[in-house]
C-alpha cells in the first residue's frame, strides 16, 4: 500500500522568502510522485510530476521539486514567495500507471504569505 | 472550455435522506473518480471508474454508490446519508492511454449532513 506523509498543516513565509514544502512517501513500486495545488474554492491543479529521469522536476509558477530515492522524499520548493503562491498544496503518489491510476494524496499544506 | 463540472456545488441534507451528485467531463476522459475532502486527511478515493459501464471501490466506498452508464458521466450517490459524510466532494477525470498521472478536478460539492 502507498501512503504520503506532509509535515506541516501550515506554512508561514514572507513575502520573498524561500518556500520549502517536505513530503515523503512509501511504495512498494518505483513511485509516480506529483504535487498539487489548491486555491481558495476551487479543484486542484497539478504543479509539477516526477515519472522517470531528472530527479528535479520543474512545474508551474516558479515551483520545483527533487526526487530522493534514498531519503523517499519529494519536497516542494520556490525561491521567493509571491503573495499568488497562497492556497493548500497536496503531495501524491499513483499507482504507477496500474489499472486506474490512481493516486493517494498527503493530508495537505496550506501556505500563508505575509508582506 | 468546461473540463469537468460538478452539480450541485451546496447541499443540505438531513440524516437519511439520500442524494446524487453528478460530474460531467467533456474531455473523452476514460477514468473517472470520485475523493472527499477532509481537513487533515488530504483527499481520499471513494470510487473510481476505468470506463464506461465500470466501477470500483476505492479507499472508502462504505455508504456511498456509484454509476457510470455514459463515458462522460460519474454519479455519486448518498442513500441514507450521515453526519460524518459531512464533507467536500471532488470528481477528477484521467486520460488512460497516455500515462501521465494527471487529474483534471471539478472545483467540488460542499456536503453538509444535518
Known amino acids: 500500500a502507498q501512503s504520503v506523509t506532509q509535515l506541516g498543516s501550515h506554512v508561514s513565509v514572507s513575502e520573498g522568502a524561500l518556500v520549502l514544502l517536505r513530503c515523503n512517501y512509501s511504495s512498494s513500486v518505483p513511485p509516480y510522485l506529483f504535487w498539487y495545488v489548491q486555491y481558495p474554492n476551487q479543484g486542484l491543479q497539478l504543479l509539477l510530476k516526477?515519472?522517470?529521469?531528472?530527479?528535479l522536476v520543474k512545474g508551474i509558477n516558479g515551483f520545483e521539486a527533487e526526487f530522493k530515492k534514498s531519503e523517499t522524499s519529494f519536497h516542494l520548493t520556490k525561491p521567493s514567495a509571491h503573495m499568488s503562491d497562497a492556497a493548500e498544496y497536496f503531495c501524491a503518489v499513483s499507482d504507477n500507471g496500474a489499472a486506474g491510476n490512481k493516486l493517494t494524496f498527503g493530508g495537505g499544506t496550506r501556505v500563508l504569505v505575509k508582506p | 472550455n468546461a473540463g469537468v463540472t460538478q452539480t450541485p456545488k451546496f447541499r443540505v441534507l438531513k440524516t437519511g435522506q439520500s442524494m446524487t451528485l453528478l460530474c460531467a467531463q467533456d474531455?473523452?476522459?476514460?477514468?473517472m473518480y470520485w475523493y472527499r475532502q477532509d481537513p487533515g486527511m488530504g483527499l481520499r478515493l471513494i470510487h473510481y471508474s476505468v470506463g464506461e459501464g465500470t466501477t470500483a471501490k476505492g479507499e472508502v466506498p462504505d455508504g456511498y454508490n456509484v454509476s457510470r452508464l455514459k463515458k462522460q458521466n460519474f454519479l455519486l450517490g448518498l442513500e441514507s446519508a450521515a453526519p460524518s459524510q459531512t464533507s467536500v466532494y471532488f470528481c477528477?477525470?484521467?486520460?488512460?492511454?497516455?500515462?501521465?498521472?494527471?487529474?483534471?478536478f471539478g472545483e467540488g460539492s460542499r456536503l453538509t449532513v444535518l
Open positions: 474531455m473523452n476522459h476514460e477514468y
Open positions: 516526477y515519472t522517470t529521469g531528472a530527479t
Open positions: 477528477a477525470s484521467s486520460y488512460e492511454r497516455e500515462y501521465t498521472g494527471e487529474l483534471f
